[in-house]
């Protein structure tokens, strides 16, 4: 059996040309970035009228191993295209840092991948390089305007951009800057963020156009004054300089799958800080090429989902017609209480405990108005009757199960799951509507988002955070939809509330604003956003040989 | 009057695809990076055969606003190709920080640039990004190590292996890591260097292939262990890592100048702490696809051109036919003890006074056993008889001297330099040797290049800098040539002492070794690798329009 990186190389890639001129792109609405990447130009985005039908693919609450969202995203893509679809694939960036880190690789597994993975994997066409760069050219210009008299009156104390680097090193965290005397300015505490932690990344995945993006850029809060009072990064006059650096990060992304499809890769931010979908722009101009369009949103359902219906559909006036689902029988059987040596075990009884996490996040999908369609990503370890016991109990809430093999055989394996979902469009109306409106209070909408689709008794707040909210109303930076920043693998705030709990209230403990990007992130618990490296590194099995075979990226 | 970016933005580019083809580069050979800018392969570097003249342009010592040393270089590219040849140009890659600092951009001047000169100021192909990348990951990984139990007992007091952002940010100058308590690994002290000057750029600059890049940053020093041993980068088995981050960055960049000349753009190290030139691999790449090469080397001739012998072409086995030494009829009345507001009033009295700073430059040439050629970069003030005093002066000298224009007129402008280059280069004989063996001692090293090169009476060191030779004699780090970091307005070490000072001493206060790239530094005053932003920054008047246009760049 090949690993993926195996897999990967020995994929028969089309010149990306070929693939963009399948999708009606001529020679001047690309611009080549080797002879498999490429990026669209904002141009030929402009000119495309949506016509595709979007498909977002979510999960149940994960276990730490993930079910394999990416990998069905990308099997299901494909299976569109075996069926004679003209299928396009919406995805996010993958980041440096956990490359290097735990995690290598993040372009699907398997035989559903998109490729060129090692370039996608590692610096791909610079969009991550643009953000960090253009994140501390604004944060080199707080200091310095500290440095060079401070006419803005920013509190040094009360800083909040930070600067990021594309790389996981947990020494950065928490820094002292500006030491060594005059000439280096004043000394103060800061800290470092993984890249897509930063806002403009947020930005970049929410903005309209290059426009857009500068103004957005322009409204960072950036710090409070002396006097309390907000400071925005267009105080600084610098939103011109970092619209100029992301001139070519705006533009999506172009690659293809193993078998071809094509798909365009843009825009990565964190699930948890921020929205974790792929760009607005990358997701629309899908939808003027191809006639379906597959996409995926961070984390579960409960925290992805929700997101992207509430954030990304809301900014970029999105309709998905039909949402999948991923499961996987061994997190259903954790879920319902097996150990992790248990969950090769087959196991009816867990599996029925379990399974009410997958029956509420179909609610919750359901609630905002979209069919779901259930896709068990398949193991070999899964028994028959497990099987047809999740596929009695979804069909008795009316919902379509299929089985997907695409790991293992690509998109033939998911052209049952691909049909189901045409049936689904078809036969089900689709009704999509926010479960709050970005007018109402602070309070009601966290308290919409607990209850509806978390189903939390009620939402506490830590002081600090019932100052904030008083702050943010004070300065009208209140009427953003809500970035909830919780725990993946609970519905809860609670990672160890598996299944579907009941009875449970959550703790909102600090909320911030991202008033460029346009959200208000309510943190229910400590969210890192500067990962550290383990003890060993993936990097240490890397390698790039005399020959140039790339070794060990997975 | 246009301004540069104006100029550049009017410029009528060929398609990259055919700059190659003229050079005999097939479709395989190359990478686009968009329409006007590609990567040769490595394939392709390798396979050609050097078959080209190596012109190297320098300058006397400058004055701050330049002598117009990277005009100079390309207008004379564009002039060879006038006169028929089939002529390349080698130059140096700008770094982001300067852009938005007091610089702007950097890729000539007037009707002498390179283009798409946009691109090439901000990411270009993304090689200073893979150098941070690769630089941070080995910084990670040292404080990982230790974190996660320093098994090679790094001495966190002695790391010598700094992080690195290409932006100039004060702020980052000194700082201090790793607080916030123990899951956030050991406090230390730390600080960050601007891109350019980490010593991957070094080595990427002098690197045969990926293989000698690998094994080069394998060897760097980071630190020294609680013994006080040395401990270098490939005892954390990082270097594959690295070189995979730097599998697209070793190779070559060609874009074109304005008059559509090909122009290797790859590599630009920092000329004080490190050699200042472009890579080894793009001027061993122009050698192959050109019948001359014209390339430059940072700062005046007794430290670029020294360095470019004595380092570059010692490594890359080069061997230069001939330098281009640029002056102007300002910078040596400055020389000649003019002041600022005197510098556009004739006076043939002051320039006969600093005519010896070019005296002693030509002389320095010499020493290396290269012909020399004199160009007067020409400013609208000069006047006939301070041209005409410059022409006798270096015709005594038997040294042709040729009035430039290139700024005003591009290549026509350079014809009469480039003539004159190919009548020294068929009359005299080039007769290269570096001024002295790496097998020497670390002292006497010094001592030919600051009594041959700068005229110096003889050599003084601290007491640091005794005790630190004295530690690289001992771990046999001391067999390297030596790359001086001294002041760049004087042939001395003190930037006041102009013309050509006489009866001094060089006074090295630090000796550093870079030991991957293969140098021994020695430093003669404080050198600034983190520069700053000034009051108001560059970055400030950059924009990008509506419609695309970018404004501001210079």
Redesign the interface.
């Known amino acids: 059996m090949y690993t993926d990186i195996e897999i990967a190389q020995r994929a028969k890639m089309e010149p990306i040309i070929n693939v963009a001129a399948k999708l009606g792109l001529k020679d001047e609405d690309i611009?080549?970035?080797?002879?498999y990447k490429c990026?669209i130009s904002?141009e030929a985005c402009n000119k495309v009228k949506e016509k595709g039908k979007l498909i977002l693919v979510t999960a149940i609450n994960p276990t730490p191993a993930g079910e394999g969202k990416s990998t069905v995203t990308v099997g299901l893509g494909d299976a569109f295209s075996r069926i004679g679809k003209k299928s396009v694939i919406a995805l996010r960036e993958p980041s440096?840092g956990p490359v290097?880190g735990v995690k290598g690789g993040a372009a699907g597994g398997g035989y559903a991948q998109v490729v060129p993975m090692e370039d996608i994997n590692?610096?791909f066409t610079?969009d991550m390089?643009?953000i960090?760069?253009a994140n501390?050219?604004l944060?080199?210009?707080i200091?310095?305007h500290i440095?060079?008299?401070n006419k803005l009156n920013i509190d040094s104390r009360r800083i909040i951009f930070k600067?990021v680097?594309?790389?996981?090193?947990?020494?950065?965290?928490?820094?002292?800057?500006?030491?060594?005397g005059k000439?280096?300015?004043f000394v103060r505490?800061?800290g470092f963020m993984i890249t897509v932690a930063s806002e403009i990344m947020a930005i970049l995945c929410l903005a309209k156009d290059?426009?857009d993006l500068?103004v957005r850029m322009g409204n960072i809060l950036i710090a409070y004054n002396l006097n309390g009072e907000p400071v925005y990064a267009k105080e600084?006059?610098?939103q011109?300089?970092m619209?100029?650096?992301m001139?070519?990060a705006i533009k999506p992304n172009l690659v293809q799958t193993l078998e071809n499809t094509p798909a365009l890769i843009h825009g990565g931010p964190f699930a948890n800080i921020a929205h974790g979908c792929n760009s607005i722009i990358a997701t629309k101009t899908a939808l003027g090429l191809g006639d379906i369009v597959v996409t995926e949103a961070g984390f579960g359902a409960d925290l992805g989902a929700e997101k992207f219906f509430d954030i990304k559909c809301r900014y970029g006036n999105l309709k998905p017609e039909c949402v999948v689902l991923v499961a996987t029988v061994r997190a259903l059987k954790h879920h319902g209480g097996a150990k992790k040596e248990e969950l090769n075990i087959p196991s009816v009884e867990k599996l029925s405990m379990g399974i009410q996490n997958l029956e509420k996040q179909i609610e919750n999908i359901k609630s905002f108005g979209v069919p779901v369609v259930v896709a068990i990503n398949k193991f070999i370890t899964d028994s028959d009757e497990e099987v047809s016991y999740i596929n009695d109990f979804c069909n008795k809430l009316g919902v379509k199960v299929s089985l997907t093999e695409v790991w293992e055989k690509g998109g033939e394996g998911g052209v049952d799951l691909a049909n189901k979902v045409l049936e689904t469009i078809a036969k089900e109306e689709e009704n999509f509507a926010p479960i709050y409106s970005e007018k109402e209070s602070i309070k009601d909408k966290i308290s919409k988002i607990a209850k509806t689709v978390y189903g939390a008794k009620g939402v506490q707040y830590s002081p600090a955070a019932i100052k904030q909210i008083g702050e943010l109303e004070k300065f009208n930076m209140d009427k953003f939809p809500v970035c909830m920043a919780k725990t993946q693998y609970s519905l809860s705030d609670n990672q160890f509330l598996l299944g579907r709990p009941k009875d449970f209230d959550i703790t909102v403990k600090e909320v911030r604003v991202s008033n460029g990007a346009g959200f208000i992130v309510a943190l229910t618990g400590d969210i890192m956003t500067m990962p550290?490296?383990p003890?060993v590194?993936a990097?240490?099995?890397?390698?790039?040989l005399?020959d140039?075979e790339?070794v060990?990226?997975f």
């Open positions: 611009e080549l970035y080797g002879r990026k904002i440096l290097f590692l610096h610079g390089h643009a960090t760069t501390n050219l944060a080199a210009a200091d310095n440095h060079q008299g600067r680097m594309d790389m996981n090193d947990r020494a950065l965290r928490n820094v002292v800057v500006g030491m060594g000439v280096n300015g505490e800061d290059l426009n500068k600084l006059e610098i011109g300089a619209a100029l650096l001139k070519d550290g490296l003890k590194p990097a240490n099995r890397m390698d790039i005399d140039g790339i060990g990226l």
